[in-house]
């Protein structure tokens, strides 16, 4: 599986306008909806489903990057937002820094195996410097996606 295949191009952010961690999965969740990934009148639902999941254990693990996620009966279509943060926002990460890279997946309830699939290619790339330091420096959505097609041909090393 391919970043590409579940990065919903639309719906990549390099410049976030929020600042807290509610309004950016917020803002996030926005994107996937504008993008119609997701259904209109699922965003409140979908928003309370995330946050829900980040007040048991943030999605922050450190280094910068956090992987907020959701498995919904309602959405028939991984999908995936990038959010790229140049101020920085309190995830409440483990290593307790901030985050300037967000990536939020929605995955339908009935493939688990297929959220499973795209949580490890999200996490194997976000533990690569180069990825996390390229997506942090991204400032066009152009840069985003010029940066997960090089991570699906594999040209980029750890």
Known sequence: MKMSDFVVTDA????LSATQRDAVIE?????????????KNMRDEL??????????????FGKGVAVPHVKHA???????????SQAGVDFNALDKEPVYSIVLLLSPEEKPD???QAMENIFSNLQKDQFRRFLRQAT???????LLQEVDTQQLSG
Do not use: C, F
Not at 27 to 34: G, Y
Not at 48 to 60: A, W
Not at 140 to 146: A, E, K, L, R, S
């Open 12 to 15: 990549i952010l390099p410049q």
């Open 27 to 39: 803002e996030l969740v926005d994107a996937l909806v504008a993008a119609g990934a997701a259904q």
């Open 47 to 60: 928003i309370k489903h995330i946050l829900d999941r980040e007040n048991k254990g943030s999605t922050g």
């Open 74 to 84: 309602k959405i028939k279509q991984m999908a995936a937002a990038i959010g790229v």
């Open 114 to 116: 297929e959220h499973l």
């Open 140 to 146: 066009t959505t152009d840069d985003v996606t010029d």
